[in-house]
């Protein structure tokens, strides 16, 4: 089968190689890979390597649809012929993340674990949940990372209802998907991104857009919502964006902290932070049961993620240029 696989740091080292099939051991389950979207996280891994125990040759990659063409004993989980898509942190099946204060855990595929740039990946079947019986590869690649960390944000911790306004920055993965899934919970939709973007996430249900290059969008924002604020805030730029997040945010509001776009030294106001009784919680993607229940919103309620472009396997090198480009919604690679 054919495989991505990298023998140092950067993304020249990359190599599309022949290698065996892996066969499931007990307790895994061999998937046929149809579909990786690519995370900026993937992109960063390559280039960077962000400091993880990275184990050469070592294949990038967390995000896949696919279908399972074979079981390990013990497995029973999944059946031959069933779709499955992977979980980016494999170890947090459900309630709190593991580790300890001074080491939280945040072991992913594509980082501390192999990832999935591959035709075939044997895993074990507690790494993968049921793909939607409603979308195809391509899309339902798009869930593990993106779909589930805005599920997380807005749905699993933030309780996200009709009635309350959601401000989502940008338009990449993540946000997209919280357009989508705001919208899904009843709630009203404030996009703030690049003006040429506007109107197609107009489109997906965001019910006013603004351009971030404007004089002030904090001052816009607030405009646009009698001065209430946004109940929830997607802060998806990080630095010192957070401190906008702050001043935009409603009293008693909820700040997803999310993005490091903008370095990983985030920097607020205080008295704002603490007088509108703020509530800034940090997500790094989510757990397999929320994913599970973002698999099932999305076949009840029709959500279609947003795909930007599609590439072939062999032109991965490709596919990340196009996510350097900054994308409207998720870039894929089809295997």
């Known amino acids: 089968m054919l495989r991505w696989e990298m023998d ?28 990786v979207a690519l995370n900026h996280r993937d ?42 898509i992977s979980i980016p942190t494999p170890d947090w099946q459900d309630g709190l993340r ?18 999935v740039l591959a035709e075939y990946v044997a895993f074990p079947e507690s790494w993968f949940v049921a793909a939607p019986l409603t979308l195809g590869h391509a899309e339902a690649a798009t869930l593990p990372c993106a779909g589930l960390t805005a599920w997380f944000a807005l749905v699993e911790r933030g309780g996200v209802h009709a009635g309350e306004s959601v401000l989502v920055e940008g338009t990449g ?3 997209l998907f919280g357009i989508q899934i705001a919208v899904m919970q009843g709630a009203e939709v404030i996009v703030v991104a690049s003006a040429d973007k506007l109107e197609r996430a107009k489109a997906l249900g965001a019910v006013h ?3 971030r290059r404007g004089p002030d969008w904090v001052e816009t924002v607030l405009g646009l919502t009698g001065d209430r604020g946004a109940d929830h805030v997607l802060e998806i730029v990080g ?29 607020t106001p205080v008295m704002p932070l603490m007088l509108k009784d703020v509530t800034v919680q940090g997500i790094g993607t989510g757990h397999r049961r929320a994913l599970e229940d973002l698999v099932r919103a999305v076949d009840r309620a029709g959500l279609t993620p947003v795909v930007d472009s599609r590439f072939p396997l062999a032109e991965l090198p490709a596919a ?14 089809e295997v």
């Open 8 to 35: 140092g740091i950067g993304r020249g080292r990359l190599e599309l190689r022949q290698v065996p099939v892996p066969k499931p051991e007990a307790g895994e389950i061999l998937v046929e890979v149809a579909a």
């Open 43 to 84: 992109a960063m891994v390559v280039g960077s390597g962000r400091g993880l125990p990275l184990a050469f040759p070592f294949t990038p990659g967390s995000d896949l649809s696919g279908t399972v063409v074979a079981v390990g004993d013990g497995a029973t989980r999944f059946d031959v012929g069933d779709r499955v």
């Open 98 to 115: 593991g580790g300890d204060a001074r080491t939280p855990s945040y072991r992913t595929l594509g980082g501390y674990y192999p990832g």
């Open 173 to 175: 993965g993540v946000a």
């Open 209 to 211: 857009g603004v351009d």
């Open 239 to 267: 630095g010192a964006h957070l401190g906008k997040a702050v001043r935009v945010v409603a009293v008693g509001g909820r700040v997803s902290m999310i993005g490091a776009l903008d370095g990983f030294e985030a920097a």
């Open 320 to 333: 990340f240029d196009r996510l350097d480009a900054g994308p409207f919604g998720k870039v894929v690679v």
